[in-house]
């Protein structure tokens, strides 16, 4: 077992430097430099073609609308757009890199100097600066079968599934994160999901890590306390969930810290994190860039994005998500905890839809955060794919504010809305689950409820109006939660006071 040095003591001998490269799969209709679909899940092999599988005399086309990506991501995390950049060749042999090199770019990005301002859940900002955002191709991928693992070790054989080839991806590289101290992995955490944030309302891509649509490589590296230098970093491939990332950092930190107390030097490798036990394990020596060999791709012509061009693109610019979620949780008069939650949950763009529709902020909260995400949580869904809608949503609430539903009856129509039995006014008349606020039906339920609880009615008669609960809650089970719990207390009331 891999020897670790505590936190705290690591903390206190040594200053970490972080690096994240982020790749983002791009959700454009085809790929990047051929007409083959970028779709998910296509049967093995099934979405290829002579130019992404490398085939000899087959001649690549850069995708216009991939290029448009990749500068609408730069100037959101406020980079220069280079006036002229070409294509690289990175060259190395994987067996699920068809053409032996990646068509990727080097030392002429499209986007670079950027910076992004990352906020900690204490609301402290750290200004995180952008290296490069540059446009390259995904590999392919890898199935290894007849183990446990899912990895090479053990497995029995290899299978490679070219679909992913050529799928037009954009990679985000920081510059070295200095100075943040034991927050290093919180650090990490908000600017990987914060990015997130930024490029789901770019609208460029799905972003699912669950998918592999964005996937975080955590560069990790530490220096002796106070000396202002950077040590030998590792490199954590293809970190999946937010979690997960932070967690990451924190392991490497406390590996690093206990193999340079030991005496022994940090090996330039990349390692593989292993989400079942928490831990890195290694993968390879890691390469510098000479070893790629780069060389401009002679098959390409440079990409030269004119001004007019690139300024038209920054029109189109989203309100960035970080202003966006200050600006509604002033005006929604959320707790920063409620807001957390809410984003936390993938709802706030939910909610935000459902208040939009009419229906009061915190009772838009109560819908999606509560019964909708439990629902959710129930089925293994996300809130957007559960069924139900906002302009639904704010339908029920309607009901609920009208006094037609309470919100147990309420309920029973999310029930029928998942259930496919029409809107909520259909459900609510044809479940019949609108409340009985009608005087004769209510009487002859509270007279029964008296009659069957004598002790609470002397009480209620001897002043202990607070048993009157017990009343009501009689009268609600025998009218199947239907009755109008207000009009029931005052008719209680009325008979006893």
């Known amino acids: 077992m891999t020897d670790l040095l505590s936190y705290d003591d690591a903390l206190a001998a040594y200053d970490p430097a972080l690096g994240l490269e982020v790749h983002v799969e791009l959700n454009t209709a ?125 497995a029995s054989h290899s299978l490679v599934d070219y679909n992913r080839a050529g799928i037009p991806l954009i990679e985000i590289v920081t510059r070295p994160i200095t100075g943040v101290g034991e927050r290093a992995p919180e650090v990490a955490r908000a600017y990987v999901q914060q990015l997130r944030d930024l490029i789901v309302a770019l609208d460029v891509s799905e972003a699912r890590m669950d998918q592999g649509n964005l996937r975080a490589d955590v560069n990790l590296s530490l220096a002796p306390k106070g000396s202002g230098t950077l040590g030998t970093r590792t490199e954590t491939k293809n970190v999946n969930s937010f979690r997960s990332v932070e967690r990451a950092v924190r392991y490497e930190v406390q590996r690093h810290a206990a193999v340079l107390s030991g005496g022994s030097s940090i090996l330039q490798e990349t390692r593989h994190w292993h989400e079942d036990t928490g831990i890195t394990t290694s993968g390879r020596e890691k390469s510098d860039a000479e070893d790629y060999r780069y060389f401009p791709e002679p098959d390409l012509v440079p990409v030269a994005p004119s001004r007019e061009w690139v300024e038209e693109l ?45 229906v009061a902020p915190q009772a838009a909260r109560k819908w999606w955060l509560g019964e909708l995400a439990r629902r959710a949580n129930d089925t293994g869904v996300d809130l957007a794919d559960l069924g139900v809608t906002p302009a639904q949503v704010a339908e029920v609430q309607g009901l609920v504010d009208a006094g037609t539903l309470n919100d147990k009856l309420a309920r029973q129509v999310f029930d029928g809305l998942l259930a496919g039995e029409g809107t909520p006014q259909q459900i609510v008349e044809g479940r019949g689950l609108a409340i009985v606020s009608d005087d004769g039906a209510l009487s002859t339920a509270v007279d029964n409820a008296i009659a069957a609880n004598p002790d609470v009615a002397d009480k209620i008669r001897d002043g202990k109006v607070a048993a009157a609960g017990a009343l009501i809650g009689a009268v609600m089970k025998e009218m199947r939660g239907q009755a109008d719990a207000a009009r029931v207390r005052e008719l209680i009331l009325e008979k006893l006071t």
């Not at 093995?44 to 991501?73: F, K, T």
């Not at 067996?95 to 670079?112: H, L, R």
């Open 30 to 154: 085809t790929k990047m430099f051929c007409g083959c679909p970028a779709t998910f899940g296509g049967e093995p092999n099934s979405q290829v073609c002579p130019v992404c599988l490398g085939l000899p005399g087959a001649m690549p086309v850069v995708n216009r609308i991939g290029v448009e990506s990749a500068i609408r991501i730069g100037l959101a995390l406020n980079c220069s757009i280079a006036e002229w950049c070409r294509f690289a060749r990175k060259n190395y042999f994987y067996p699920d890199m068809p053409k032996n090199f990646q068509t990727s770019q080097y030392d002429e990005p499209i986007a670079f100097d950027g910076w992004m301002g990352v906020e900690l859940d204490d609301g402290e900002t750290v200004r995180v600066e952008i290296e490069r955002a540059h446009m390259e191709e995904d590999t392919g991928k890898s199935l290894h079968v007849g183990g446990s693992t899912g990895r090479i070790h053990g």
């Open 314 to 358: 920054r029109a189109t610019l989203p309100e960035n998500p970080t202003a966006k979620r200050a600006r509604l949780q002033a005006a929604w008069g959320f707790s920063d905890l409620e807001m957390r939650d809410t984003v936390g949950a993938g709802a706030l763009g939910l909610v935000e839809e459902t208040i939009a529709a009419g």
